[in-house]
């Protein structure tokens, strides 16, 4: 049997999808009605913080943030968004996003290489026509302190 391992396709922006490991998601969150307060000085993917049921959390906007990297992201018609609590070791924050597309079961060792999305992509998975970067959670909390210019508060 070959061993397998779940990812969750978000929508980013109209055209533009991310997998994130199904391991690394604490919980799936509808965020009407949630406050997302701005933090001055902080780029324009650190949507801000909210306070999730007395737990101040991030929220990182996950087109902005592919912006960041290069990967144009066409905005949504809607204006609901969407969060994962993701989690890594002791971090989490609340990634923002267009919906959940599908769950989609693969093995890892047929990941195809990421290319210049490395090493924040542990690779990428064919979906819908398409390829889909499966990123890797790990690498993200790790970057965010050189896009923030230090550790977030």
Do not use: K
């Amino acid at each position: 049997m070959q061993p397998t391992s779940r990812v969750v396709a978000v929508r980013c922006g109209r055209d533009s999808y991310v997998g994130i490991p199904q391991a690394a998601i604490q919980e799936a969150l509808d965020l009407t009605g949630l406050e997302i307060s701005a933090f001055p000085g902080m780029p324009a993917c650190c949507a801000g913080v909210m306070n999730l049921r007395g737990r101040f959390l991030w929220g990182l906007d996950l087109a902005q943030w592919l912006e960041t990297l290069g990967i144009e992201c066409l905005p949504l018609a809607q204006a609901r968004l969407e969060g994962l609590l993701l989690t890594a070791g002791r971090r989490c924050l609340v990634a923002l996003h267009g919906g959940r597309e599908a769950g989609l079961a693969y093995n890892p060792a047929a990941l195809e290489p990421p290319g210049r999305l490395a090493p924040l992509f542990a690779g990428t998975l064919a979906w819908a026509g398409r390829p889909l970067p499966v990123l890797d959670v790990e690498a993200l909390f790790a970057h965010l302190p050189r896009l923030t210019g230090g550790p977030l508060p």
